[in-house]
């Protein structure tokens, strides 16, 4: 069945749009390099040094993740070599390569140029797109993969371009190598599939045929992650059935035998955790209707187009929402969903801003407003060491989370240097966090293997370090046996089950938790089995 090219505009003021959509996302990307290159003054947060731990150790898989977000890091490191720009440079990559693909999709629906530099402005000033086009975490090479993915599902769907399935998988598989709930993008696009085919009377067998490869591609693409999961008995699940308490997971089980336990601060902070994180752009969200002005450049109809970009969001939106019934989601799981809805913004703005009436002017403030919180969060963002400082609002920042790590390291140093010069042998170092531990590995002197002992401490849950050789402390402990060592979290009680002999150092210098203190260990014993028993928490 032949398909109908959407009637894009060729004007002036369409070229002017053209080049200022490529010159806003490739401009942001040098601005972005630019900053974290020779102006940032943040050190790497917990998850960004935990996974640049796992870029020190390639693998097929991960126990929480799979192995896309170390091999994008490592890829970095080695060709601009180990230091923060390098380890952040993929996530400034990833916002570029993501805002191209929402503009795209946006120019798909629409068939303007306009309409894509919307689209794109619209993603690259949300707070929370933000936020991840300067942190290297799972969410930014995730959040490009999404648009990928919605843009070739696009393309196959309301273009009929079939060879474009292909796409869609290999964007699904390569996104959930980095996180797997990017596999809730296909149920949408598999219901709006089904429903083209149905209303277009198209063939069964062409759409069957069409998500069958993209089932392959993907399916191919996530080949390391299911050979990693199946030598070592799918941990990853278990990690995941941990989140939400229950039975078979790796936390202890919060929901189950002893009934459903649920707040409704769960949801409710949750809800205002998203409106904070997306703002003003919410307003821009909701539905296009038929025969709105300017709507004549569309693929199929104006319907069709929305019921896709509303489809694709819709799955991990919900997702999150039910989940809060048992537990409270971290805010930025489900924003994923919003990027579909930003083309859903930028083609309301594109065609509704310039008429006349209540809804053109309603559109134009919230765009407004769009615009002014996008730019506020811009400026914010690199002075957030004096925003900080600021009355009220200020004590809410935890400022220590994106300055301290290289002064913790320095403490550690010193202390260490003092149980050398003491005993003279060289002192290992521990800690109880995984995050901690890693932000140690990146910035001690010579970068040297540190430890995690959350597993065996208070009946912690397992983590990545537990899986590699010369970190799983079953394994090596017997190598540490009679060395000193510098420790971080827990109790002197804790330590003292370990220790020969254990001084308390007090909270590392640029250290924001009160509750995680470092101690001197002299004549490390190792772990009893089974670790040590548990202590009140707030310890750890």
Not at 112 to 119: E, G, K, P, Q, V
Not at 362 to 375: E, K, P
Not at 401 to 428: N, Q, W, Y
Request: one cysteine or more; proline letters at 5%; aromatic letters at 12%.
């Amino acid at each position: 069945m032949s398909h109908r090219e959407p009637p894009y505009i060729q004007t002036e003021s369409e070229q002017r749009a053209k080049w200022l959509f490529w010159g806003v996302v490739l401009g942001v990307l040098v601005l972005r390099a630019v900053y974290l290159k020779w102006f940032c003054p943040f050190t790497l947060v917990e998850d960004e040094a935990h996974y640049w731990e796992w870029s020190r150790r390639l693998g097929l898989s991960y126990y929480t993740k799979g192995p896309g977000v170390a091999w994008v890091i490592a890829a970095s490191t080695w060709a601009f070599g180990v230091s923060e720009f390098a380890v952040r440079l993929p996530a400034v990559i990833a916002g570029s390569v993501a805002a191209g693909f929402v503009g795209g999709l946006g120019r798909l629906m629409a068939g303007t140029w306009r309409a894509a530099l919307l689209s794109a402005a619209c993603f690259l000033l949300l707070p929370a797109f933000q936020v991840l086009g300067l942190t290297m975490t799972i969410d930014g090479p995730y959040a490009a993969c999404w648009a990928a993915a919605a843009y070739a599902g696009w393309r196959a769907i309301g273009r009929g371009e079939r060879a474009w399935w292909v796409g869609f998988g290999v964007a699904v598989g390569v996104g959930a190598l980095f996180k797997y709930t990017i596999l809730l993008i296909v149920p949408g696009v598999v219901l709006c599939a089904v429903l083209r085919a149905a209303r277009r009377r198209e063939g069964w067998a062409s759409t069957a045929m069409g998500l069958g490869v993209a089932a392959v591609a993907a399916a191919v693409c996530l080949l390391p992650v299911i050979v990693w999961n199946a030598e070592r008995g799918w941990p990853t699940v278990r990690h995941l059935l941990g989140h939400l308490g229950v039975a078979g997971g790796d936390m202890p089980v919060t929901q189950g035998s002893g009934g459903w336990k649920y707040s409704p601060m769960w949801t409710l902070t949750h809800i205002g955790t998203q409106i904070g994180l997306v703002g003003p752009a919410l307003l821009l969200m909701g539905w296009l209707p038929r025969g709105a002005e300017g709507t004549r450049g569309i693929d199929l109809s104006v319907r069709e187009g929305v019921e896709y970009l509303y489809a694709v969001g819709a799955p991990v939106l919900a997702f999150y929402l039910a989940l809060t019934l048992v537990t409270l989601p971290e805010g930025n799981w489900p924003i994923a969903g919003y990027m579909s809805l930003c083309v859903l913004a930028g083609w309301r703005v594109s065609h509704m801003a310039m008429g006349e009436g209540v809804r053109a002017r309603f559109v134009r403030v919230a765009w407004r407003g769009v615009v002014a919180m996008g730019v506020i969060v811009a400026a914010a963002l690199p002075s957030l060491s004096l925003v900080a400082r600021l009355p009220l609002i200020g004590g809410a920042i935890p400022i220590h989370r994106f300055t301290g790590a290289k002064d913790m390291a320095a403490h550690v140093d010193r202390i260490g240097a003092s149980l050398r010069e003491e005993t003279g042998e060289e002192p290992f170092v521990m800690a109880v966090h995984y995050g901690r531990a890693s932000q140690l590995a990146f910035y001690l002197a010579g970068r040297p293997v540190v430890y995690c002992a959350g597993s065996l401490v208070q009946q912690g849950r397992r983590t990545q370090y537990d899986f590699w050789e010369d970190t799983d402390l079953s394994r090596v402990q017997g190598l540490l046996v009679g060395r000193p060592g510098v420790v971080v979290g827990a109790t002197a009680r804790v330590w003292s089950s370990v220790f020969d002999a254990v001084r308390d150092e007090g909270r590392l210098d640029g250290d924001g938790k009160r509750a995680r203190p470092a101690f001197g260990g002299v004549g490390f014993r190792g772990f009893p089995e089974g670790g040590v028993p548990d202590e009140p928490a707030g310890h750890r």
